[in-house]
């Protein structure tokens, strides 16, 4: 995996502009309101993802800690490594039985597999309504158009995808911003120095996933600037 790049500031904003594009775009998404927050935690197990594979499982950790208060959030594990292998694991409720199974994962060389995890969006939230999907990832190996027509179609069925791309290799950015334009959800960029932001962001989507809006302005409330940012744009 190539340097880890650190977000840059730009402009007037207080806070790196990734972040605070991340923020105006998660505030615009629209959630639909159900009894328990469903949500899609996607990752790329390719090798280059290896060093930073124990930060992950924290920080789907941290996300369940912040939206048990909400009603609870159920979380189902997509991840994609070696030579074609894809595997989607259990709806689960529990995050120490998630962070099981995510350290039991090592990683394997091999391209990215992002078509699939959007089509496997589209049949699960046929089946029943998703909250949001959730990538992980820090390069993209396919050919970007019909990733894109996957992320319309998931817009048009209102799934936000929020990317997370870990690095700085810089088609993977343009493509990743589009997947995420497309479906009304937001990109960030993060490197191990934002790794406190970066889990920030992700408590904030885990509770909109199980609350909305009014529960986000009560996590920004008790949170302090960073997450005050969306919810000052409701």
Known sequence: MSALKQIQPT???SQPAEITEFLRRAARTPTVATAQGRLIFALDA????QPTWDQACQLQGDMFAAAAERGGLAI?????RGYGEFQVEPWLTVAAELQRRMSSVQCRGGLTQISRVLEHAL???????????VFVGDCLEEAVDPLCHQAGQLGVLGVPTFVFQEGQDADAARGFREIARLTLGAYCAFDAGSAGQLRELLK???IYATG???ALEDFGKRQGRLIQQLTRQL
């Open 46 to 49: 390719t090798a280059s993802r």
């Open 212 to 214: 909305g809006r009014p």
């Open 11 to 13: 402009g007037d904003f």
């Open 123 to 133: 049949q699960e939230t046929q089946r029943h309504r998703l909250n949001a999907l």
């Open 204 to 206: 904030a989507v885990a």
């Open 76 to 80: 189902q594990l997509a991840w994609y």
